[in-house]
């Protein structure tokens, strides 16, 4: 056959629809099926089984507690969390330590439900905790005392339903990972610095609590119950809102998470890891007795007492039963406030030698269990196949409904926590 400019030309369409219909034309249709035009904003996402390695993972590993009583976890967050795991991998290499828990933080204007952002987490043996959002965090003002206003984001809208169509697509998202997670919503509510906060917005105690429960009652009835729910104010301080006044109750809280730093600014004073946490504790004790979690920690280099801070952390904290697990910090927030553990040869051989107490020594399964009563508990499967009676706990305590007297002390800026807090 002689070959002539228009044969070859056929044959150069032909190739191209072929290449199209096979090659491009998926790659495209994948493109528009996983792309929102809108960060943030996405349809419900169809049902996907959990992949394979998931349940070879729940058929190999047992049924257990996470932790089991008596030992506590260790965990690590860093600022771009499950976005970015090159802050886990130098840790992991400073320290010798595979932490048990990975916390990420994602806020609501910009992400919509990935699984990828879990099962990264999982697939490396480490309980994935999410710091659940409800703001906007490119538009957080540089002034620290307007940092929380968007209006947009008050507690009354997330009550009123506004989000609940979001809310439900993380919902059915996770109840389809076919593994346990934790989510840490809206954290350290009973300061002034985000939009959530009951002193900001001008939301109440109350509104918070209905909140709460409001997006924790999506998901029970989106069936998402493989959930820890971890309910985390900031450590006290002069002028917090009474922590009592925006408990959701135990029927909604698995753990109690604190935030508490040394060395930030505005805590330039050294006070220990007991020091910062302690007078917390025991305002928590009177209204709930579920475990305590440090959801987040960390200390600066500030006088050169980084590792010795670390070493007085690992010393004071097996004479706290209630505490079950601490979460570092491993970030550097601001120029005052570097808390990474990686970038210190003294910080990390401290946290070396105190991770390697036997107390830590603690194991995160596909089957794990959440902790919820610090009371000595039995194996939850003592016949191998499936979970024995669910831990104890104290009786519900109702939180008040009236609104506490507001406060005319302008608020001051806490001690001994962060002042910045980037959502991805």
């Known amino acids: 056959m002689r070959v002539t400019f228009p044969r070859v030309l056929i044959l150069l369409l ?9 090659v491009i034309g998926p790659k495209l249709a994948h493109v528009e099926a996983t792309t929102d035009e809108r960060p943030g904003v996405g ?25 089991e009583p008596g030992k506590k976890f260790l965990g690590i967050m860093t600022a771009r969390g499950s976005y970015d795991l090159e802050p886990l991998d130098a840790f992991q290499q400073a320290v010798g ?19 990828r952002l879990f099962d990264q987490v999982a697939k490396r043996g480490m309980m994935p905790l999410l ?21 947009e984001y008050a507690l009354a809208n997330i009550v009123a339903g506004k989000f609940d169509d979001y809310i ?23 300061g002034y610095w985000y939009p959530w906060a009951v002193q900001a917005n001008g939301n109440t105690p109350d509104q918070y609590i209905q909140a709460w429960r409001h997006v924790h009652d999506i998901f029970e009835r989106a069936g998402a119950t493989d959930v820890t ?44 890891f007991d020091e910062i946490f302690r007078p917390t504790l025991r305002q928590l004790r009177e209204f709930t007795s579920r475990p305590i979690v440090i959801t987040e920690t960390g200390a600066v280099d500030f006088d050169h007492k980084k590792a010795s801070w670390i070493q007085e952390m690992f010393r004071q904290l097996p004479g706290d039963p ?6 570092w910090y ?25 991770m390697e107490d036997p107390m830590y020594d603690v194991k995160w399964t596909f089957n794990a269990k959440p902790l919820t009563s610090l009371e000595p508990a039995s194996d939850p499967s003592p016949s191998g196949g499936s979970p024995g009676p669910a831990d104890t706990t104290a009786p519900t305590t109702a939180p008040p409904t009236t609104k506490p007297p507001k406060s005319t002390t302008k608020p001051t800026k806490p001690t001994g926590t962060k002042t910045t807090t980037k959502a991805r």
């Open 322 to 327: 209630d505490i079950i697990g601490v979460i």
């Open 131 to 151: 710091a659940w959002e409800p703001w906007d965090f490119t538009k957080e003002s540089r002034d620290e005392m307007q940092r929380g206003n968007q209006p």
């Open 43 to 67: 349809p419900v996402p169809t049902y996907q089984p959990p992949p394979p390695w998931v349940g070879q993972r729940r058929t190999m590993e047992p049924i257990s507690r996470f932790p």
């Open 168 to 190: 439900t697509t993380w919902a059915n998202g996770i109840k389809n990972l076919g593994y346990p997670v934790g989510i840490r919503f809206a954290h350290e509510m009973n």
């Open 97 to 115: 330590h595979d932490p048990q828990v990975l916390q990420f933080s994602v806020g609501w204007a910009d992400s919509t439900f990935d699984r």
């Open 229 to 272: 729910w971890v309910w985390s104010p900031n450590r006290d301080y002069e002028n917090a809102a009474p922590l009592k006044s925006v408990y959701p109750g135990d029927d909604y809280v698995d753990w109690i998470g604190l935030s508490g730093y040394y060395g930030t600014k505005g805590a330039e004073k050294y006070m220990s």
């Open 330 to 354: 491993e970030a550097r927030k601001e120029r005052e406030a570097d808390w990474r553990i990686s970038n210190s040869p003294d910080a990390a051989a401290a946290y070396r030698q105190g």
């Open 14 to 22: 032909l190739g191209s629809m072929v290449a199209y219909a096979f």
